[in-house]
T-cell receptor, first 116, second 117 residues
C-alpha cells in the first residue's frame, strides 16, 4: 500500500540462528532506513542508506548487519541475536536532497521478530 | 538537545466528538514537524507535516495540525472522530539545518487514540 514491502512479516529464531530481513521500495526514493520499534520506547533509528551508501550507524551491535545492494533493496542480516532484540523492525524510504530535510518517510509493514 | 514530547499515553474520545493529540518539541532553529499514524500490525503512515508558511496544516483522513512557535507545539486535531481513527499516533521533528545529527528525525513515544462508538 505504501510502496514499501518487507519480508518476512513474522520471524521466530533461536539465538544461534542466522536470518535476513528484506525490504524493497517501489517509489524511486534514494534513501532507505532500518528502525527498531519496541514497546514503551521511541522509534530507534538503526541504519540509514543514502544513494546506497551507509550514512548513519547508530551504535547498533554488530550482530545486526545491513546491506544495500541498490537503491530499491535493503537487507538486515541477523546472527547470534539476544532475546532483548525481539521487536518490530521497520523499513522506510524517502527522497533525500541536500538542504531538503522535510521529505516524509514511507514505511513498510514491518517484521515482527521473536528471539527465543 | 532535540526532543519531542507526547504528554498523553492514551486519549479517549467519543465518536463524533473533536479530538486533539498533543505534541511539543525542542529543536535548534526552525523545525520540520510530522505526524504519523500506526494501525495495529501495520507500519507507520504519514499524515501531515509542517515546513513553513500557514500554521494550520491539513492532512490525510480529515486530520489537521496547528504549529505554534511560541508554545513549541504541533497538536494534531480532527473536528469529528471516527471509530476507525483508533490507532497509535506519533509526532516527529527534524531541524531545518540539514547537517550532522540534525538530519535525524526525532520521534515521540506515541499516543494511543481510542474512539468509542
Amino acid at each position: 500500500e505504501t510502496g514499501v514491502t518487507q519480508t518476512p512479516r513474522h520471524l521466530v529464531m533461536g539465538m544461534t540462528n542466522k536470518k535476513s530481513l528484506k525490504c524493497e521500495q517501489h517509489l524511486g526514493h534514494n534513501a532507505m532506513y532500518w528502525y527498531k520499534q519496541s514497546a514503551k520506547k521511541p522509534l530507534e533509528l538503526m541504519f540509514v542508506y543514502s544513494l546506497e551508501e551507509r550514512v548513519e550507524n547508530n551504535s547498533v551491535p554488530s550482530r545486526f548487519s545491513p546491506e544495500c545492494p541498490n537503491s530499491s533493496h535493503l537487507f538486515l542480516h541477523l546472527h547470534t541475536l539476544q532475546p532483548e532484540d525481539s521487536a518490530l523492525y521497520l523499513c522506510a524510504s524517502s527522497q533525500e536532497a541536500y538542504r531538503a530535510a522535510y521529505n516524509e518517510q514511507f514505511f513498510g509493514p514491518g517484521t515482527r521478530l521473536t528471539v527465543l | 538537545a532535540q526532543s519531542v514530547a507526547q504528554p498523553e499515553d492514551q486519549v479517549n474520545v467519543a465518536e463524533g466528538n473533536p479530538l486533539t493529540v498533543k505534541c511539543t518539541y525542542s529543536v535548534s532553529g526552525n523545525p520540520y514537524l510530522f505526524w504519523y499514524v500506526q494501525y495495529p500490525n501495520r507500519g507507520l503512515q504519514f499524515l501531515l507535516k509542517y515546513i513553513t508558511g500557514d500554521n494550520l496544516v491539513k492532512g490525510s483522513y480529515g486530520f489537521e495540525a496547528e504549529f505554534n512557535k511560541s508554545q513549541t507545539s504541533f497538536h494534531l486535531k480532527k473536528p469529528s472522530a471516527l471509530v476507525s481513527d483508533s490507532a497509535l499516533y506519533f509526532c516527529a521533528v527534524r531541524a531545518s539545518t540539514n547537517a550532522g545529527n540534525n538530519r535525524k528525525l526525532i520521534w515521540g513515544l506515541g499516543t494511543s487514540l481510542a474512539v468509542n462508538p
